[in-house]
């Protein structure tokens, strides 16, 4: 049930290609095993000019991509750093940025706390 938010900073002109989304979703299935039509992504271009950092960031050439990632339980630590490194890598080349400029979280275990289609996920 991995469900995945990512927002890429946009550089001026830039247009995202169309199948981001679909190479983003294969890509994190392949990497948290998820059968098919189990792993949901929602892509959000950001304009450069609605992102910031303070002290006047970021640097030139710096678009980040900031990925929230649900899953019903979170792997453990051991897991989770093999998996971040792969999806920061895959997030990196589909979207044509530097693996430095990816930043991912995860949110709380999903369990008891979201529903598909009505049906509380308990498992």
Same mark, same amino acid.
């Given at each position: ?5 990512i ?5 001026p ?5 169309? %199948?981001?989304? %679909?190479?983003?979703? %294969?890509?994190?299935a #392949? ?11 929602? !892509? ?7 992102y910031?950092? %303070? ?24 897991? !989770? ?17 530097s ?9 709380? #275990?999903g ?8 049906? !509380?996920v308990?498992?």
């Amino acid at each position: 049930m991995p469900v995945l938010d990512i927002d890429v900073i946009t550089r001026p002109g830039e247009m995202l290609p169309e %199948n981001l989304a %679909n190479d983003l979703a %294969n890509a994190a299935a #392949d990497i948290f095993a998820s059968p098919p039509g189990q792993t949901w992504v929602k !892509l959000r271009p950001l304009p450069h000019t609605q992102y910031a950092e %303070n002290g006047g960031g970021p640097p030139d050439g710096v678009f980040p991509v900031f990925v929230t990632i649900l899953q019903a339980h979170r792997p453990p630590r051991e897991q !989770l750093t093999a998996e971040v490194t792969q999806l920061c890598q895959r997030v990196a080349a589909a979207c044509r940025r530097s693996p430095e400029h990816v930043h991912i979280l995860y949110l709380p #275990d999903g369990v008891g706390r979201i529903a598909f289609g009505g049906k !509380l996920v308990t498992t």
